[in-house]
């Protein structure tokens, strides 16, 4: 497995998305009979899919509508909603700017305007007054503050998201942040993220994690991997974490989710994550592309704010239709943007994976996806 | 052979046409010497190609043109022929319609009429009263009562055709649809697809298919692939199948060939279906591109009708001659989509091979199509 | 080495151009000093690049400028220079005609006049006259009437050429070619190809060859791909035919060059034929672009006359410089088609190759293309 | 490690940047708590950064600049600025001048003049003036009267720089470069390059180099190997020279910092360049880039203008800040050519690494970019 690059230095292979491809065996199941629910800590939700929490993805009506079909939306309590009381006005300047200069115009927002405690209650009442779960994220250094006026305000549950997420930091002015301490005392669950590879899941899971994100710079030119060199294609990195949660419940009894959280574009994405051995998946810009979304059209990745070093732009990420659709279809386009929860079930249904846990175990292929066969195919016959 | 993709997941390599190429011998054979023939169940058939149940493939008048040319097309008992009495009429206007919104077009084109057992009964004889042999499809859940009204008017080949075909199937409300006892029942012989794996193949074979489509979501670009994941490329399928095969025909003394379906483009393609194993070939696109095709210049997938979540839509196929001079020339484009026998014929010559049977064997090497190649090859000798 | 794609069928990789790289080690050589020279047969040749017999590319008067220059260029004597008396004209025609059609246009062509045994004279006589060593080529079919006119017009080399040249041909109709009594007979060496694998090489070895033409579809998206599914990359088939010689060398003393022919864009891919085991050349497209060429900027494969299976169209190959220029400079563009033997030299110079012997030992990476750094690129350093 | 490319042909695989990722582990530090100093001899150099010495990015100016940052630039001493007492007017000319014909001028500017010791004299005084580093370069054939005339100017660093460095040497006419002697008896540190492997490598430290460029046409569709075939990409040959580099040390105890040099496009490769190995990175167009280079917007190679075989052209670079802003931020873009510094704290921080030392051993990844997921990612999270 491992692969001299050159003199001494070795290095793993790793797959993305489009590296595999799953393949059917002798059995199928009728796709409405797949079960595609999972279960975090005791809560069993019925769809495994969350929304990600961009500024362009989640508002508190969203996450609302989000719950009411079964998934479940996280609210970044960093992002535009807590810093401004006009969050939807403000969305809509990022998304009426012109591309020229629109990461600048990220950066000054978030320069010129602080989280405010009174905005974080704010939003989580406005979506458990729509009846929906909230689910909240901050980054570690906010995370106290965050939780506090969270927890108060009925938040259901708290996600620790950075871009890389462990237990271990060392630093000479900030103090660690204290995982295990967090999670211990927390009255609701914590997920953290995001993380790869076995030893860091593996940590988190000790540090009492409910669930764990998955990803870190997943999409093969994505700017984490342009900016830092850092990126770890998705398929190795869950089948690596998936790795760290059946060790972890083996030896504990306690079993942590993974969330395949990164570079997921369509229905086929989906079905891979889990294959790959992920117990639910995170979206961004496919639920930025909903009717409901707060920037109709847009999205932008959590790092575009940074004053310093954007690692992201603000991308045009169309509507495909109401977040209904989106989940359950109907569809009526042919790129898997739409009725997600109805291509996972005949996916599941056509690999004869009964449930979640099956489905992480059907035949993958590894299946390059080769440019000129994309082009060629243009004319092929559309069967498939 | 297997490849740990990331923790204890593991996954085989599988090959597409493009990544595979065929290489000559030290004897080469006259192309008007080799035998392209091969048999179905006693019926020998002169010509290794078959059309597909596309829509926008195969009418009855095509399908008598294909029989006279010693090729057999199949007739889809579910698509827009059977459902319209005016079916030519409504093939234009699929063909016509804007691309904007055809999906929804096709959908609800199907969703408006159901499927009528007298235009079952008219289309094959419409294909008999021409000469042709009357070689038609149905899914499971309609081919009881297809084939009853196909048998009664004539019939000569049934079709067994879904996304994935298998023997084993589980559902709350469906009966498995029992393909042993109806390949028994059947005065006529029953193709099943599609199918890929070893397992699957060898199970249709026991229950007594007389041929197995080969092919789920093998373009690698494919709708299947984005939607569902799911995907083998064509090399490795047909492969795998073809052990299959040998080893039934070897326990059973029962040969049953096996048809590589999908993601066909060119000559070349053919021929390396066959080589990997093929004893015959169905094509869509480009026999839609024929003069004499339903909807001149267009083909959708099967999948494209599908109400909740279409896997394909219409694609410009361009019309590059009559049937005729697409199956045995004069060409007069150097692409590969025309004088489809000869090609066939020149290639087995080229490698030595004087049937189906010794072009299965042929050398092959794996030798991806480099993007980059193709482009500077748009100056390159062009000797070959 | 050997690859299972699928059940129990095997294949063997295979590398082009774009997929390997040469690297220098401890010692550079000034170009100056470096040997390019090869033989063939008695005949010491300064320049180990041949001129490919393609309409495009050669007629008498550029067959004498090659020679003057040192290197060979072959006059394909089934072609329109032999076919037409005014073939200058015929050319223009070609080069004039509009793309639509063209192939059409040039099946025609070959169709409407069949080759002159007076004119094969008269060419030869025309390269003669100037100088030039007439080295002449024919298909198989018409190699010895072909013959008989050369010889007795003075030619110096002859080339028997077609697709796939092996000494073992069935057909029911046709006499095999007797390869080996043809070389035995002939009063002047004969080269034959095409040809690709160790043990066709070497039967053509045996049968009395006096080199060999590496190459069958060694484009990877050329049109014998496309059209026949069969090409073998041209380091490999370099490399495999370079085996047979070295081993026929060894068992008899006698030492048979072989040129790789097609696929060759550039410098970078002349030094890596050679690097692979070619002692020569063989360049269409690059010497059809030079001011002599026959039909400027504009070049056509062989196969591209045929009237049944066109495998190849006319290209737009441009005008880059004289042949003087594109052999030995100075080069005004650093693309890699202009001044060919300068790049050769300098390029064995810092790898350390005194010789074309020493140059097939040269270090070589596998290292491909990678289509995005090609975009990345254009904003590279260019130090090289 | 070794294929078998054909025959008995071996070749060994080789990575370049686009083929590799970097993982997190365990531990992440803070960014601003991470050394990226290194040592050139006795000098610690702040910044792992180096500007290349191409005539379009580095002039005295930008050479004060750089040192001021805590970096080191190299200026050509065989340049436009060595050639020309109006350097500056002349960059403007070749900036100015439109694309067609470039190469020409750009070899017709060179050819006109020669290098001129006064002005070696007075580009060193005007960088020692602005109380810069003076390190100049020069090719083998010049660098003694260059490194005279430097030496007495001021000078701090000399860099012999060539398309391939090496102790052995061999040529009819030119006698062979004593780099031994050179090296010992230079009163200042001598750089010397470029070279890839490792014997060649461990040559040129025992002959005294006091670093080592690494890196010969290191781009994939760089000119080198388009026209000579030849080039290493760079995580191989920064890896091979780095195991030449530990073994020299561990031999000698003397440590010989490598700098790759070629093929950095931004911040990822950076990283990616250490973390195979190197101590430090050489940029040329990056700097290019930076409001204050030579010819603003635009570079070139330096065998640009070469008269007989240029290998690479002008590129437009575009202007993306500051040499400020491109080295220490703060970034307005997202692509990776800002901030670099900042990118490698954050990376290195990321990464669990605490200086240059620990990030030649993080975790590496092989981890191909496709080119279609490139596309995808057009509507990807960018979450990163």
């Excluded at 927002?109 to 458990?128: C, E, S």
């Excluded at 998201?161 to 999670?183: H, L, Y």
Aim: net charge negative; glycine share 10%; aromatic share 4%.
């Amino acid at each position: 497995m491992d692969i001299t690059v050159g003199g001494r230095r070795v290095a793993r292979r790793a797959y993305g998305f489009d590296e595999v491809a799953l393949a059917p065996g002798p059995l199928v199941i009728d796709a409405k009979d797949v079960d595609v629910s999972w279960k975090l800590g005791d809560l069993t939700i019925q769809c495994p899919i969350l929304a990600s929490s961009l500024d362009g993805a989640v508002n508190p009506a969203l996450a609302a509508e989000m719950s009411r079909l079964g998934g479940l939306a996280v609210l970044n309590l960093d992002g535009i909603q807590t810093r401004y009381e006009n969050a939807e006005e403000i969305l809509q300047q990022i998304a009426d700017h012109p591309s020229e200069g629109v990461i600048r115009f990220i950066q000054s927002l978030y320069a010129a305007a602080p989280v405010r405690a009174d905005l974080i209650a704010l939003r989580i009442k406005q979506i458990k007054a729509n009846g929906g779960i909230a689910a909240v994220a901050a980054a570690p250094h906010t995370a106290h503050k965050a939780a506090e006026a969270a927890v108060a305000a009925g938040a259901d549950v708290f996600v620790i998201q950075s871009t890389v997420g462990t237990v271990k930091f060392e630093s000479s002015t900030i103090p660690e942040f204290p995982i295990a301490e967090f999670c211990k005392n927390s009255p609701i669950p914590v997920i953290v993220g995001n993380t790869v590879g076995y030893q860091a899941t593996y940590d988190l899971m000790e540090a009492g994690a409910a669930a764990i994100l998955v990803g870190v710079g997943p999409g093969h030119i994505c700017t984490s991997r342009k900016v830092l060199g850092i990126g770890v294609p998705q398929i190795t990195a869950t089948a690596d974490c998936a790795a760290a949660r059946d060790d972890y419940f083996e030896q504990t009894g306690r079993y942590v989710p993974i969330i395949t959280d990164g570079g997921i574009r369509n229905g086929g994405d989906i079905s891979k994550a889990i294959a790959a051995g992920a117990d639910a998946v995170m979206l961004g810009s496919t639920i930025a592309a909903a009717k409901e979304a707060p920037a109709p059209g847009y999205s932008w990745g959590m790092a575009t704010s940074s004053a310093d070093l954007p690692r992201g732009t603000r991308i045009q990420v169309g509507i495909s239709g109401t977040l209904e659709e989106i989940l359950y279809g109907p569809a009526h386009r042919d790129d898997g943007t739409m009725n997600l929860v109805g291509a996972l079930r005949l996916s599941m249904g056509s690999l004869g994976a009964h449930n979640i846990k099956e489905m992480q175990h059907v035949q993958m292929f590894v299946a390059p996806s080769l440019p000129t066969e994309g082009k060629s195919l243009q004319r092929s016959q559309g069967v498939g």
